[in-house]
T-cell receptor
Framework: GENVEQHPSTLSVQEGDSAVIKCTYSDSASNYFPWYKQELGKRPQLIIDIRSNVGEKKDQRIAVTLNKTAKHFSLHITETQPEDSAVYFCAAGGFKTIFGAGTRLFVKA | DAGVIQSPRHEVTEMGQEVTLRCKPISGHNSLFWYRQTMMRGLELLIYFNNNVPIDDSGMPEDRFSAKMPNASFSTLKIQPSEPRDSAVYFC?????????????FGQGTRLTVV
């Protein structure tokens, strides 16, 4: 069935460094790729999304890239801050939405 | 808008009891999703409604689970009878358009513990 793989499962970076999270998907019908941030005990919230007709999108310190041919997309966070610490989920939406398993990001001050 | 509202926030029940989780989506949203989140399985889509009609219930784990959406402002997820393995956080989410190619606005979730 459809699947979204997300790596790494845990990522620890120093404040100010960059963080990169990568996802691959299997359903070629997927056209919508959101990223959600979930802080401890809170709900997932959308931080950025990209559609299949776009290769890259940027919003301040976060950016996403999409390679539809290779079926992978990535989240890039630059100049990380302690408040970026959370679990990040990628997802692929098309026929249905499938979430990745999540990446727990730790930003050390 | 207050966002997606779920109740209760926490529920502790004994095995075999019926559990009903409630959700009020954002006004004007066409799509409603129920998700289950556990450490082992992550975020799983249970069921998707579009304009109050169940479109995809392939994620519902078994017949003990049922969901309804009697109108555009209310949905329920029922588990009868409940089992300890149903313990999880259940999220309801709504979306402004139909289909899966839309942002999902999540509620605060219901933490269910079945003992």
């Amino acid at each position: 069935g459809e699947n979204v793989e997300q790596h790494p499962s845990t990522l620890s970076v120093q404040e100010g460094d960059s963080a990169v999270i990568k996802c691959t998907y299997s359903d070629s019908a997927s056209n919508y790729f959101p990223w959600y941030k979930q802080e401890l005990g809170k709900r997932p919230q959308l931080i950025i999304d990209i559609r299949s007709n776009v290769g890259e999108k940027k919003d301040q310190r976060i950016a996403v890239t999409l390679n539809k041919t290779a079926k992978h997309f990535s989240l890039h966070i630059t100049e990380t801050q302690p408040e970026d610490s959370a679990v990040y989920f990628c997802a692929a939406g098309g026929f249905k939405t499938i979430f990745g398993a999540g990446t727990r990001l730790f930003v050390k001050a | 808008d207050a966002g997606v509202i779920q109740s209760p926030r926490h529920e502790v029940t004994e095995m075999g009891q019926e559990v009903t989780l409630r959700c009020k989506p954002i006004s004007g949203h066409n799509s409603l999703f129920w998700y289950r989140q556990t450490m082992m399985r992550g975020l799983e889509l249970l069921i998707y409604f579009n304009n109050n009609v169940p479109i995809d219930d392939s994620g519902m784990p078994e017949d003990r689970f049922s969901a309804k959406m009697p109108n555009a402002s209310f949905s329920t997820l029922k588990i009868q009878p409940s089992e300890p393995r149903d313990s999880a956080v259940y999220f309801c989410a709504s979306g402004p358009t139909g289909g899966y190619e839309t942002e999902a606005f999540f509620g605060q979730g219901t933490r269910l513990t079945v003992v």
